[in-house]
């Protein structure tokens, strides 16, 4: 930004490297941090580094752990005979967010798009099976998103899981609580009559 | 946040400390920093420490500064015959980027607000009289917001700067470019009229 002090513009810079943060959003922070103690700007800087240092993958399921095991994964009241198959650790929160589900988690690592060269291979799906065969699972929810690259993704782990003999299912599309049909795309009011239920 | 390792929650606590950055945009925010390289995440601590730690007052104007004098007032072709005095230093880059203003700068450091109890001892005052009374001011532009507290702190410095003998002026004004009168509001169609120009 002209007419600032240089170590401004590498904040802005290092900002704008974030999700959803632009030019102005990047100012708008860098002004804030600024403008705070001291010791609030060192607490940030050190959380970032920390968290980054100190945060991997969980051996099991792939969600970001501390040590080897995630919390998830480490909590005996979780029921061990389901696996809620998802594409990122960023998708967690949301369905624990609900309440309503007790089991563990798989963790792909993305999605199938060949757009951004993301394949198979580099899908989290081995450690999957291996899970699978070691016994004691009975239901695994495939919980991709309902998008192009989230049902592909979804239609392959798929064909990997079901020879494996256990119960696949996949969690449902139609319309969002509180929307309302008038204003509801085609598509969406389309699979919400083909998974309609009875009343 | 339920399910993740404790570094997470700390980056997520003060991720959320930032202007309009709520838990939501916090969690999505530390997802992504542990998504990306660990130079990544270690360059942004980095920038912040850094910045927060050289970045001062400008002894002159009040701007964000590395050192003694902020880049604009060391700057010799900018006009010295113009100050324009904002709240913020936050509001600089707005004014810079018309690209219309060739003159320097004075930081209030805030508005008057009885309700957040900044009153005009707060304000950086007694520096903007000294800077006229050194001579050469020509015009004291008053570029504080056109809202309540913008209003009243332009009064106040008006009053200050007034006897002093230097044309005094206040931005205008008026409905935004692109606007439309139909869907425009009643205080700012009324300052716009008043504020007619002949055409």
Known sequence: VAGFA????????????????GQK????????????????AAALARAIQDARAR???????????????CPICADER???????????????PAIERTGLYQGLYH?????????????????RVGRLVERIREGG???VILATSPNVEG???????????????????????GLPVGSEIEF??????GKALESRREF
Do not use: W, Y
């Not at 240089?6 to 943060?21: F, S």
């Not at 060949?114 to 899908?123: A, N, S, T, Y």
């Not at 239609?155 to 256990?166: C, E, K, N, Q, S």
């Open 137 to 139: 699972v009975r239901e």
């Open 78 to 92: 979780r029921d061990r005979g389901a696996i809620c198959v998802v594409e990122e650790a960023a998708n967690l």
């Open 25 to 40: 959003s990047a100012t708008r922070l860098a002004f804030h941090i600024l403008k705070r103690p001291p010791e609030e």
């Open 107 to 123: 963790v792909l690592g993305g999605s199938l798009s060949p757009l951004r060269g993301v394949g198979p291979e580099d899908l």
């Open 184 to 189: 509801t795309d085609d598509m969406t009011l």
């Open 151 to 173: 049902e592909a993704t979804a239609v392959f782990v798929a064909g990997i899981v079901r020879p494996l003999g256990v119960r696949l299912t996949r969690i449902a599309q």
């Open 55 to 69: 945060v991997r993958d969980c051996d099991v399921c792939g969600n970001f752990s501390e040590g080897e095991m």
């Open 6 to 21: 240089e170590p401004i513009g590498r904040l802005i810079d290092a900002l704008k490297l974030l999700p959803g943060i």
